[in-house]
């Protein structure tokens, strides 16, 4: 059997520290305080996959893992550290790249559909509370029962609107459905779209193999998400990307078993927007999706300030933690800490609390699983620098490299295919067609009646003289019942 391929961090006392590919599909964390090195970290681990032939897709929410794309270049800092690391072998050579972007602007589109978004995930999109999370599971299970397809943000507005105005016939099977909760709902959609959504919910949706790519030199493929805006605009919608990502990863890959490096590296940067305010059964459904993915060959790798950002259940799955530096300035901090310093298994010969908080700008504590599964002792380690470039590409250097995409083209023209609003507006302009047709039947028929019993002049009079009489006979009875009822008499 051939020896597994493995990533090198960094190095410390004890050596240099490497990550058994074997055991990179089972999660990681990186963590510390804003500027204290996790972006470089994460980069140079995307090109450490990237070397050993395995595919990264990476959140990139500062808009700095562009130069991923690019050579890196000496820097003092950076001789300085390779010299402390010894490292001979180093060379500066960028990684094969593709760019993305849920809006389509530094990057080809990224999309999916609100049917494979599903109602779990845009439940929290919406932030809807139980009784609209109801109505918009109706909505999924009435769409599926007549063949509708719900594409984008139209076709979910066209179906609401339907489910509102024919509540009445739907109540027996699918509850009461109030149109105050519908308006609701929709006005949450507009808001979305105010967003940009509706350039992320379209087709022709990406194409997971499109994301796990080698080029011809055998590397993995980076696809770096441009998430700088969305990570302003509409939070929510980055954090329900991810996890529509994660999970249609799940559903599609075939189980692979035990091999020696993943079939695709995933890194969440900014994670606590996952899992701020997501309700319990989104996270019960996170928890169960990172619990089994290892098994289709799936790194996840989570990027966050604190590991308190990530619920219990999730961090205790993460196989490789990488803690850059705390502040403990307050008891929120020191909590933070104290945190962190207890996710490791300890070595005698670090105080691990006290050393979170005095890290240097690219140092970290690591600790990482040994060939056997077990987590190693916490090293104090001196992150290696990254071969790519440190820092954002320039505008002409990501288009120029856009243009070279392999997939320029596939992704950047909408297809608009018949889904659930144009259906609806179609039997809409349907019914009001026939509406039509009835109304002018109907006052044909009248017209008709009235020509068919034109009256005689004599037959005239005697009608009217008998109208005249029955008025007034009318007219008494009228005024004899509002006398009665307001108790007066004639």
């Known amino acids: 059997m051939s020896e597994a391929p493995t990533l090198l961090i960094g190095g410390s006392n004890a050596g240099l520290c490497v990550l058994d590919a074997r055991m990179s599909n089972r999660h990681g964390l990186i963590a510390g305080a804003t500027g204290t090195g996790k972006t470089v970290t994460l980069q ?68 999916t559909t609100i049917s494979d978004m599903g109602p779990l995930l845009l439940t929290s999109l919406l932030d809807l509370n139980d009784t609209q999370s109801g109505i918009l599971y109706s909505c999924f299970k009435i769409a599926d029962a007549n063949g509708l397809l719900l594409l ?53 949706v990406v194409m997971l193999d499109d994301l796990m790519k080698t080029d011809f030199s055998g590397h993995g493929v980076v696809n770096v998400l441009d998430a700088s805006k969305v990570i302003h605009q509409a939070p929510r919608l980055y954090a329900c990307f991810l996890l529509w990502l994660l999970a249609e990863l799940f559903e599609h890959l075939p189980e692979v078993g035990d091999a020696d490096r993943p079939k695709l590296v995933l890194f969440f940067d900014e994670a606590h927007l996952i899992f701020d305010d997501a309700p319990d059964a989104l996270l019960d459904k996170v928890e169960q999706v990172v619990r089994l993915v290892r098994s289709k060959g799936v790194g996840v790798y989570f990027i966050s300030q604190s590991p308190l950002d990530i619920p219990e259940a999730v961090l205790g799955q993460l196989g490789m933690k990488i803690q850059h530096a705390l502040r403990a300035f307050t008891p929120k901090d020191k909590k933070a800490v104290k945190a962190a310093a207890a996710s490791f298994r300890q070595n005698p010969d670090i105080d691990t609390g006290r050393l979170i908080t005095e890290l240097g700008v690219g140092e970290a504590l690591v600790s990482v699983l040994d060939a056997e599964g077990r987590p190693t002792p916490v090293e104090h380690v001196y992150i290696k620098p990254p071969e790519s470039r440190i820092g954002p590409l320039t505008d002409d250097e990501r288009n120029e490299h856009i243009s070279r995409s392999p997939y320029k083209g596939r992704y950047d023209v909408v297809v608009d295919r ?38 005689t002049p004599v037959e005239a009079m005697i009608t009217s003289t008998a109208r005249s009489i029955g008025s007034q006979i009318g007219r008494q009875i009228v005024r004899g019942i509002m006398g009665s009822l307001f108790g007066r008499r004639r």
């Open 44 to 111: 140079n681990l995307a090109e450490g996959f990237s070397r050993i032939g395995v595919p990264v897709f990476l959140a990139d929410v500062k808009g700095d893992l562009s130069g991923l794309a690019a050579a890196g270049g000496s820097h003092p800092k950076i001789d300085a550290r390779l010299k402390q690391l010894q490292l001979s072998e180093f060379q500066f050579r960028p990684v094969p790249t593709v760019f993305w972007d849920l809006y389509g602007v530094n990057g080809h589109n990224i999309r």
């Open 152 to 204: 984008d943000l139209k076709d979910l507005q066209a179906m609401l609107k339907w489910m509102a105005a024919n509540a009445k016939d739907l109540k027996a099977e699918y509850g009461n459905i109030s149109a105050a909760s519908v308006g609701a709902i929709q006005r949450k959609l507009l808001m979305l779209e105010e967003q940009g959504a509706e350039q992320f919910f379209n087709e022709p």
């Open 418 to 455: 018949e889904s659930a609003y144009e259906i609806l507006k179609h039997k809409a302009e349907q019914q009001a067609q026939a509406s039509a047709s009835v109304a002018t039947q109907s006052a044909r028929a009248k017209t008709s009646t009235r020509r068919r019993t034109r009256q």
